[in-house]
């Protein structure tokens, strides 16, 4: 794998919302696939709540050819404790970019960023099947702490 590329992250802007709409479609994908949301424009809508969401907020990696990385991150309390935390919700980085780094970078962001706003503690979900992401989570200090299980009974009929 090529050095990390030096990155940075800057915060998703009305004028990204079409082209993140399509990573958010394909992390569907991936994330659900017997049954993902493939609306387009479902997803623009919620990029563009995201856009005036005071305790999340998105950010985006480009280079020359456009947005090439797309990370989405809340701030929220545990009901119980009221710990403060962060929660990641997406991350993507356009094929080309794959391999490079990008990912590593990009996360390596977050966290500092995360930690540099008192959010000590960072969780995220992932599909038990998308090996790449739980292998970036592994290189990036993550540790599974659950396991949610699901049972298809088929339809009564």
Known sequence: MADAPAIKLRPLEERDVATVAQFECEIAKISFPDDPITDLDFYARKLRQLLGDRRSVGFVAEDGQGITGWVHVSRRQNFTTK????????????????????????????????????????VIRTRATNEPMKALLARCGFAATQIYYELDTGSPG
């Open 83 to 122: 710990e403060a935390y962060a929660d990641i919700h997406s991350v993507y980085v356009v094929e080309r970019a794959r391999g490079t780094g990008l990912s590593g970078a990009i996360m390596d962001a977050v966290i500092e960023r995360c930690h540099r706003e008192g959010l000590d503690r960072i």
